[in-house]
């Protein structure tokens, strides 16, 4: 098996262990944007199993080292990559930043904390991927403070076209340890959703916003 599938599978196996996604076809969840949704990912749930949060960080390192040798820093979206992000850093001995979604209101009115060098390529980290939008956010802070951004690694993506779109119009290289497909693979084999269900999924999966539950 190529190390690429292995780590997405056993990704996807952890993610479903601990019920960090959770897939209910008949009983939808409403995200905040209004969709309605078979699957929920919360992927913040991972750093309270310290096995499964050094498999993912070691992981996400070892991607970084070999797509990305020249990183000298490590940018975590907040706030739900804050934590990983951190501990990715700490595997790669980088320096390590977060980004808010907007600076703050108060204060220094800062959208980037840490110390960051402009002379320092930087790997943003993130948990989840849907539309990219939020996750762009982020990178757009960074660049706007003249930092070099090599690339995106995250946890997991839903593999929307759209973030697909989103990602290449903004030149951003993203690489994900699991994503949609290897998840829905996953959990018809363990026993998670019955296989009728399969095709519920794949089909919120090509028009989540037209999707309805039947």
């Not at 990178?139 to 930092?147: P, Q, T, W």
Request: proline share 6%; charged share 25%.
């Amino acid at each position: 098996m190529p190390k690429e599938l292995s780590t997405a599978k056993k990704v996807a196996e952890y993610l479903l262990q601990i019920k960090a996604i959770k897939l209910e076809p008949k009983n939808p969840f409403t995200w905040a944007s209004g969709w309605k949704s078979p699957i929920y990912c919360d992927n913040r749930i991972t750093l309270s199993y310290p096995e499964i949060r050094r498999f993912l960080s070691q992981a996400m390192a070892d991607e970084i080292k070999i797509k990305y040798p020249q990183t000298k820093a490590i940018a975590g979206v907040a706030t739900g990559a804050i934590g990983i992000g951190m501990m990715v850093a700490e595997a790669l001995d980088l320096p390590f930043m977060y980004v808010r979604p907007q600076p703050k209101k108060h204060g220094r009115q800062n959208q980037i904390e840490g110390r960051y060098d402009v002379d320092a390529p930087t790997v943003v980290i993130e948990d989840l991927i849907s539309t990219g939008k939020s996750s762009l956010q982020a990178v757009e802070a960074l660049r706007k403070a003249n930092i070099d951004v090599l690339g995106m690694i995250a946890l997991f993506s839903y593999e929307f076209d759209v973030a697909k779109d989103n990602m290449m119009d903004a030149e951003v290289e993203l690489t994900t340890l699991s994503g949609y497909n290897t998840l829905i693979e996953t959990a018809i084999k363990a026993g998670y959703i019955e296989i009728d269900q399969e095709e519920v999924l794949k089909q919120w999966r090509k028009a989540p916003v037209l999707w309805s539950p039947k």
